[in-house]
């Protein structure tokens, strides 16, 4: 696993709101150690920003086009970047 540290921000898009997305990704964030938050956007679509070691970022992302048992993804955009060491836990923003 690459344990580069990096930043990545992703927008998920479908069935993603009111489905317990944000909640899903703090858990999976928490257990892989990587910092940033969740907020749903006006558009339908979550977003979130992310850091850590980027094999585990990677492994996030592939949750993202998952998601929990009701949600519905239909697309996932990402924009990695250098780490800049924001964050210091990973929120969701109500």
């Known amino acids: 696993m690459n344990n580069t ?22 858990r999976k964030a928490r257990q892989y150690g990587i910092c940033g938050y969740a ?8 977003e979130v920003e992310a850091e850590g070691e980027r094999g585990l970022l990677e492994e996030l992302v592939k949750d993202c086009r998952i998601g929990p048992p009701a949600a519905r993804v239909t697309d996932v955009k990402l924009e ?15």
């Not at 992703?10 to 899903?24: K, T």
Request: proline share 4%.
């Open 5 to 26: 540290q990096a930043q990545v921000h992703i927008l998920i898009s479908g069935l993603v709101q009111m489905v317990g997305f944000r909640f899903f990704l703090e």
């Open 39 to 46: 907020r749903n956007l006006p558009d339908g679509s979550v």
């Open 80 to 94: 990695w970047r250098p780490f800049q060491a924001e964050f210091k836990r990973f929120s969701i923003d109500l």
